[in-house]
């Protein structure tokens, strides 16, 4: 809640869901893999030194590619890439019902760059709180919204009458559901590539999910806010 971590990895489904949306990465997307890139001057590595070669998007993915994801990164552009940390909600509070809701630190979109996008495509140079990261996350994959976290569902009195109800409105929908499936469906197939063993399949959703109107906004671009 209150403490603050480069989030790494766990990130770049953040990055893969915003570039999927633009529509600047498809699964037919492919990238190659030195083992490092050079970025303004700066030599950044990938964890398999020797490099991965060529991937496709999946294959990326379950790589878990530093390359790849900054190149994924650069498809999308250093304003758009930012408007989605903000829409993702990274910028802000959670809104959760606890005490010292913090936020990270990253660098403004004035001054945001070249160098910091690439850092920021494979989660690091820039701070969340976990429940900023989890939040942000299920966004990705829960079909498409950005929704409050909470502990507490409601309070009721001694007479069973309900004195206040947590509100499930979504605040903001982010990426598409569309995009949200795809996301899922490269996670489940890209980590089993990666691990060697059968792909892990996700249960169907227990139930649909509410068909609330998402609090007003108003994100820039093509940023799915309604």
Known sequence: VNDTYEPGSTFKILTLATALEEGTVNLNSTF??????????WTIG???????GTQNLTQAVGNSCNPAFINIGFSVGTDTFHDYMEAFGLFDPTGVDLQGDAV?????????????????????????????????QAAC????YLYTPYLVDKEIDSDGNVISQHDATPVRQVVSEETSATV?????????????????????LAKPFPAATPRKSSWPGSLKAI
Do not use: W
């Open 32 to 41: 190659n893999c030195t083992g490092s890139i050079k970025v303004d001057g």
């Open 184 to 204: 899922r469906e490269i996670l489940e197939a890209g980590y089993g590539l990666a691990s060697g063993a059968a792909p892990f399949k996700t249960p169907p």
């Open 104 to 136: 990270g630190i990253a660098a403004s979109k004035d001054a945001f760059t070249q160098l910091d996008l690439a850092a920021y495509s494979f989660g690091q140079n820039f701070t969340v709180t976990p429940l900023q990261m989890i939040t942000a």
């Open 46 to 52: 990938c964890s398999k030194r020797a490099g991965h």
């Open 141 to 144: 994959i829960n079909g498409d």
